[in-house]
């Protein structure tokens, strides 16, 4: 997958996190297990956050001792919120990835992470720090980055501070991510290639949510816009619980396949075994 053109990004966690009904461990296990056959670069498998914010990946400790890693190129990405998570995750020799939602908007800042903006800044410097001498990489999500329900201020100009701002402190993959689905293909193209183009050493990804109806004109934006790495998930399952967004789901991996394999991009899939994840998911979600 690594000599792919796409970086093509699957999210269980992201869509598991929010679901009311916990899904046992050796279910999850056996679930991301058929996954890590299917030839993504990467699998957002799990979180380090506190059980009381997202009780449904309290035991991501344990559904890591039960991947098969042994014959897969997939690498594992798992999110955290604070430092003590970042402390937590860097741990373990497994994971290649830790990924932070970092907000541009003040109000949303403090319901995912329960803190400030310049106090997340902070614990992006310290993951950095840790992710250099462990060996792992940092995966940055500039949330909100298409905008907000909150009434915090946003444009354009503000996407690009900050990203300026994270890029300067050594952010190396940066994922530009619409949390509530307020992402149109307009703002897609706009912003998009304006960041790809000035951030040339940075490998600028997309993570969006939307409505069934405008997953593809969504795809087809990011795709024209030049991005290279692009987060989904199942079915389009998901939603963040800390935005309360029920009706705005993940980009559906299968859409995003059918969309580039159209275009005539060689993805090297094992479809057999994204047939068998897609049947495991009913048991999965219920």
Same mark, same amino acid.
């Given at each position: 997958?690594?000599?792919?053109?796409?970086?093509?990004?699957?999210?269980?966690?992201?869509?598991?996190?929010?679901?009311?009904?916990?899904?046992?461990?050796?279910?999850?296990?056996?679930?991301?297990?058929?996954?890590?056959?299917?030839?993504?670069?990467?699998?957002?498998?799990?979180?380090?956050?506190?059980?009381?914010?997202?009780?449904?990946?309290?035991?991501?400790?344990?559904?890591?001792?039960?991947?098969?890693?042994?014959?897969?190129?997939?690498?594992?990405?798992?999110?955290?919120?604070?430092?003590?998570?970042?402390?937590?995750?860097?741990?373990?020799?497994?994971?290649?990835?830790?990924?932070?939602?970092?907000?541009?908007?003040?109000?949303?800042?403090?319901?995912?992470?329960?803190?400030?903006?310049?106090?997340?800044?902070?614990?992006?410097? +310290?993951? !950095? %720090? =840790?992710?250099?001498? /462990?060996?792992?990489? #940092?995966?940055?999500?500039?949330?909100?980055? *298409? $905008?907000?329900?909150?009434?915090?201020?946003?444009?354009?100009?503000?996407?690009?501070?900050?990203?300026?701002?994270?890029?300067?402190?050594?952010?190396?993959?940066?994922?530009?991510?619409?949390?509530?689905?307020?992402?149109?293909?307009?703002?897609?193209?706009?912003?998009?290639?304006?960041?790809?183009?000035?951030?040339?050493?940075?490998?600028?990804?997309?993570?969006?949510?939307?409505?069934?109806?405008?997953?593809?004109?969504?795809?087809?934006?990011?795709?024209?816009?030049?991005?290279?790495?692009?987060?989904?998930?199942?079915?389009?399952?998901?939603?963040?619980?800390?935005?309360?967004?029920?009706?705005?789901?993940?980009?559906?991996?299968?859409?995003?396949?059918?969309?580039?394999?159209?275009?005539? +991009?060689? !993805? %090297? =899939?094992?479809?057999? /075994?994204?047939?068998? #994840?897609?049947?495991?998911?009913?048991?999965? *979600? $219920?």
């Amino acid at each position: 997958m690594s000599q792919n053109k796409f970086k093509l990004v699957e999210c269980p966690r992201d869509a598991m996190q929010g679901l009311h009904d916990f899904v046992p461990t050796n279910l999850k296990a056996e679930y991301l297990n058929i996954l890590l056959q299917v030839g993504f670069d990467t699998l957002d498998f799990g979180s380090f956050v506190s059980p009381k914010a997202i009780p449904q990946l309290a035991d991501t400790t344990e559904v890591l001792a039960k991947l098969d890693l042994s014959n897969t190129s997939t690498k594992l990405l798992a999110i955290v919120a604070n430092l003590r998570g970042v402390e937590s995750a860097v741990k373990y020799q497994e994971i290649d990835y830790l990924g932070f939602p970092f907000s541009i908007s003040e109000t949303f800042q403090q319901r995912n992470t329960n803190s400030s903006i310049a106090q997340s800044l902070t614990t992006v410097e +310290e993951m !950095l %720090n =840790l992710c250099a001498k /462990n060996n792992k990489k #940092a995966v940055v999500y500039l949330s909100m980055g *298409f $905008g907000n329900p909150y009434g915090d201020e946003w444009n354009y100009e503000i996407v690009e501070k900050w990203a300026d701002v994270l890029v300067s402190k050594g952010v190396e993959i940066l994922s530009l991510a619409d949390t509530v689905g307020v992402s149109t293909p307009e703002k897609i193209e706009s912003i998009l290639p304006k960041l790809i183009s000035r951030y040339i050493h940075t490998e600028i990804g997309i993570h969006l949510h939307s409505t069934p109806v405008e997953r593809f004109e969504k795809i087809e934006a990011a795709y024209h816009s030049g991005v290279k790495r692009i987060d989904a998930a199942l079915k389009g399952f998901g939603g963040c619980p800390m935005a309360a967004d029920d009706l705005t789901g993940n980009i559906a991996t299968e859409d995003v396949i059918s969309f580039l394999n159209a275009q005539g +991009e060689s !993805l %090297n =899939l094992d479809m057999g /075994n994204w047939a068998e #994840a897609i049947a495991l998911s009913g048991k999965v *979600f $219920g």
